[in-house]
């Protein structure tokens, strides 16, 4: 059969904050609620870490939302390859303004633009710790959290509790896609971004049109699904994992403190389940900041511990967040091409990382020419 191709565009933390119309607010209500916080603590947040911390609030910038769409729709076009969209959470700057049941602005305002994208053949997305910020313990109530998220239950996107599995079938194999939910409700962790993974929230009975999970154990859940599918198809399966928060925490210069660099609470049972199963990659966002860096490509050897040899840890930057001019880290998205050797069943993967400079491009370039991450992979 030869080599067969895939596509993944990743995208992650887009932080789009806009009105009921699709109108881009301003980031001043972002900047009140995290002085809020402060009064609200005994955390010592200096004026440094307001400083970053506002940065990574910050709003999208429209412009760069309308060149993401562009560079999208020009690598899909005439595209003979199949292709996925993988967004790995944080849709909104500031979750605590869509807490009315019947309105969620920014998903929804992403939902009608992401429809441009006609020749995406799969969305795989999941939510992140903005997606469900409530920004203070004041907005920590179980009745508000309960509103916030069913207004994204009630989206397409997150109808199902995580964790969820999607199976695309290729013709010398599947791929199977695992969303993990790592956004935790537990006062100052869901504020102070650190991730925790844990089954999808409960609702209460009157709100709660979507059966929860069986299981508080998310990973055996994914496991158990993963062992389900196994026995039933015969064919052979890259597996990927989709959460916000990345397992493997590599070091940042913008780590001002352990509070708000975004590490996994309770990664243990995730490591032992990689170990015992093969999962191919994990893909994440929550960061910031790409990884691996290109320059440590390809990757050999067992180089993003914890995580075991065989399984890559892919993270993409923000997407179209507002910079500032001076920063050197800009809107970015990452593009995975798979390609699956069927005759040794093997796989090789590259990846070229996007970037829009400045607000007056009309379209995304490339900052780096497409890479290999990893080479000849066995699948089996």
């Not at 972002?30 to 609030?57: C, F, M, Q, Y």
Request: proline fraction near 4%; hydrophobic fraction near 35%.
């Amino acid at each position: 059969m030869g080599t067969e191709r895939v596509k993944i565009i990743h995208i992650s933390d887009m932080h789009l904050f806009v009105d009921k119309d699709g109108n881009e607010r301003n980031f001043h209500e972002i900047a009140k609620s995290v002085l809020h916080i402060k009064k609200l603590t005994e955390i010592d947040i200096t004026p440094a870490v307001i400083k970053r911390w506002g940065n990574d609030l910050n709003s999208h910038s429209q412009s760069t939302l309308e060149a993401l769409l562009r560079t999208i729709r020009k690598i899909t076009k005439k595209c003979t390859d199949k292709v996925i969209l993988v967004n790995s959470g944080d849709f909104e700057a500031y979750g605590h303004s869509g807490n009315d049941s019947t309105a969620f602005p920014a998903i929804d305002y992403w939902k009608s633009t992401k429809a441009a994208l006609n020749n995406v053949d799969h969305f795989i997305e999941i939510y992140g710790n903005h997606d469900l910020w409530m920004g203070s313990p004041v907005h920590s109530r179980p009745n508000h959290l309960e509103k916030i998220l069913y207004a994204l239950r009630r989206r397409s996107e997150f109808s199902d509790a995580m964790p969820t599995q999607d199976i695309i079938k290729l013709n010398s194999c599947r791929l199977e896609f695992y969303r993990l939910n790592t956004v935790c409700t537990t006062w100052p962790i869901n504020t102070f971004a650190i991730g925790k993974i844990q089954t999808d929230y409960p609702i209460r009975t009157g709100l709660n049109r979507y059966p929860l999970s069986n299981t508080t154990d998310p990973v055996k859940e994914m496991v158990a699904q993963l062992d389900e599918t196994s026995n039933k198809l015969n064919d052979k399966a890259i597996r990927l994992i989709v959460m916000h928060h990345p397992p493997h925490h590599y070091k940042d210069d913008r780590d001002i403190f352990d509070l708000i660099s975004g590490k996994l609470l309770n990664r243990k049972p995730l490591i032992k389940a990689l170990e015992e199963k093969r999962f191919h990659f994990i893909i994440a966002g929550h960061r910031h900041t790409i990884n691996p860096p290109s320059k440590k490509t390809p990757l050999t050897g067992r180089t993003q511990k914890p995580l075991p040899e065989n399984t890559i840890q892919l993270v993409a930057g923000s997407a179209t967040q507002k910079v500032n001019k001076n920063r050197s880290r800009k809107s970015s998205f990452n593009l995975y091409e798979l390609e699956i050797n069927s005759n040794n069943d093997t796989l090789t993967t590259h990846r070229t990382i996007f970037h829009h400079l400045n607000d007056a491009d009309s379209l995304f370039i490339e900052k780096s020419n497409k890479h290999t991450i990893i080479n000849d992979m066995k699948i089996s």
